[in-house]
């Protein structure tokens, strides 16, 4: 059996949804709660500067099988490749909003203030999110987006997501004055630098490791508390078809392991989520 390696020690993963209780969603979850965290523009004329500050809350990027163990994305959707537990399952976060400050001094007439990305922590990517019409846009540097958000002043949620690990992110923005007749920036104005921070939680996906013996035989195993997992296999080409491995898991070293014979093919395997 040739194993074609798209991942390091792992297979590919997939979810299923429960059919009892599984719901199939057409929007990106704020998460939190659906509480926002604003972040307040503020311009002061009188300094000729700008500066912002944002609410205490540091948000929470997470994973779709962790906040919403049996749901999935709708597959038609632009966000369902980067969020869906069955495909890159990224940990997400919509909480922070940018807004106007209350006590900003008014904006000179023509004047506006957009947003520029300076940099961010890696992995770190950031998209424009609409629920209608669905819409899943690079932005700030991501995928070569422009930097720079040419916002409208109105309340904007970025979607910023990672990889669904542990841990902490951080990105640098900077707010600043443009001239709309001109679209260049306004020399005479400072740029107001902040800090946006985030934390992220693992996924509670179970991962795959392979091993292949001196005779091709080779080896599948996962975690043994994933005990409602169906482990599938599919030959590599178009169109690929997943088949449940049959062959019983045995506990080895502390994991389910299924034992395979070579065949020949180059093959991915996966784990399904069953009801």
Known sequence: ????????ATALLGLAASA?????????????????????????????????????TTPVLVPLDVSNPADSFNPADPWFEDLDPSQQGRAFNRQYGFVMDG????????????IRFVSASPGLQSYTYRATPPTWSPMFGTEGASPVLQWSMSMFHPAFTVPP???????????????LNSGQEVAGVTPGQFVLDWTSVATSRPTLAIA????????????TNATNY???GADIGQPMVWIAVTNEPVVAAGKSTVALNPTGAARLFRLIRTP
């Open 20 to 56: 009892a209780s599984a719901a199939i969603l057409n929007t990106v979850p704020m998460q939190g709660n659906n509480t926002m965290v604003h972040v307040g523009i503020v311009y002061d004329a009188t300094a000729g500067e700008l500066h912002a500050h944002k609410e205490p």
């Open 212 to 223: 292949k013996d001196v005779t091709d035989a080779v080896t599948v195993s996962w975690t």
């Open 230 to 232: 169906v482990l599938q």
């Open 103 to 114: 006590s900003s001094d008014p904006l000179p007439i023509g004047q506006a203030v957009w």
């Open 165 to 179: 690990v542990e841990g902490m992110h951080s990105a640098t923005f900077e707010a600043f004055m443009v001239d």
């Open 1 to 8: 059996m040739k194993l074609k390696t798209l991942f390091p």
